[in-house]
């Protein structure tokens, strides 16, 4: 693929993981309020319907191998985006990203062969293993949490190739179709943990903006992202997201982290960014 074609996505991802990682800052002042399984909710729900009244999918009529593809897509983003607020109650921001990457990470190099590639892996278990909690350390980190995040990585991968698949057929609709799913999933879970406070009028604006900033547009962008580039190669692009969330949550929420966990972080960004400039797919020298 021409570098030149690869210049859009690239600048439409960035956008992308700047604008969910300042909602995913946004979203952390509501669990105060409504917890993560209310705030998750919230804000697919309203994201569906903004998504649903601009895009109006419905116009579009997927054949039946299109809809697995899509309630596939919808699924995993669902409990990919629950898992990782609920991650986010007991760990910090930059962590939980970091921690969720490796679910894109381990997709990119899933169809490598090459020894150089282990590099790669064990760069990534040496982030994961910067991170393993230490009880005796004031900063330790929750392993509820960390499991939490790990299992949204999980999601993320399928949510990329669920989404490149749906995408490929049915372009920018995917996205609300896909929300939906996910709000349909995840909004039980907040009532029935939250109950008539999750109505509040007061959350709206709040939560109109995190649905904007980290559902709506950011997942508008990635998939047009995803239509134009190979899935391992959005995979391992998206290696700056950890930096931008680390960041992200220092600035807006304070959250100091230690030498060790940054250098966690930067271990795993450095394996995603050598994978991106050596990996190459399985029949190929």
Known sequence: ?????????????????????????????LFPLIGPEGTTALRLSLA?????????????????????????????LGAMNLLFYM?????????????????PLALALLGSRRLLDFLWIALA????????????????????????????????ALYILFGQRAGAAHGAQTVAFGTLVAALLVFPIGLWQVGGELFSIELLPVALAVAVLSSALPYSLEMVALTRMPAR???????????????????????????????????????????????RPRGHA
Not at 9 to 26: D, E, K, R
Request: hydrophobic share 55%.
């Open 1 to 29: 693929m021409p570098r030149s074609t690869l210049l859009l996505p690239i600048a439409l991802l960035v956008v992308a993981m700047t604008s969910i990682q300042s909602g995913a800052s946004l979203a952390k002042s």
């Open 48 to 76: 569906a319907l903004i998504l649903c009244l601009v895009m109006r999918p419905w116009r579009t009529r997927p054949n039946f191998a299109a809809w697995r593809s899509l309630l596939g897509y919808g699924l995993a």
């Open 87 to 103: 991650s986010l109650k007991t760990i910090p921001l930059g962590i939980a990203v970091a921690l969720e990457f490796t679910g």
């Open 125 to 156: 278990a040496l982030g994961l293993w910067l991170l393993l909690p230490d009880t005796r350390a004031e900063d330790h980190l929750d392993p509820l949490g960390m499991g939490l995040a790990l299992g949204a990585g999980v999601c993320w």
């Open 233 to 279: 190669t959005f995979s391992v692009l998206m290696s700056l997201e950890p930096a931008i969330a680390a960041m992200s949550g220092l600035i807006f929420l304070s959250e100091m982290l230690g030498l060790s966990q940054w250098l966690a972080i930067g271990a795993i960004i450095f394996a995603s960014t050598g994978a991106a400039a050596t990996i």
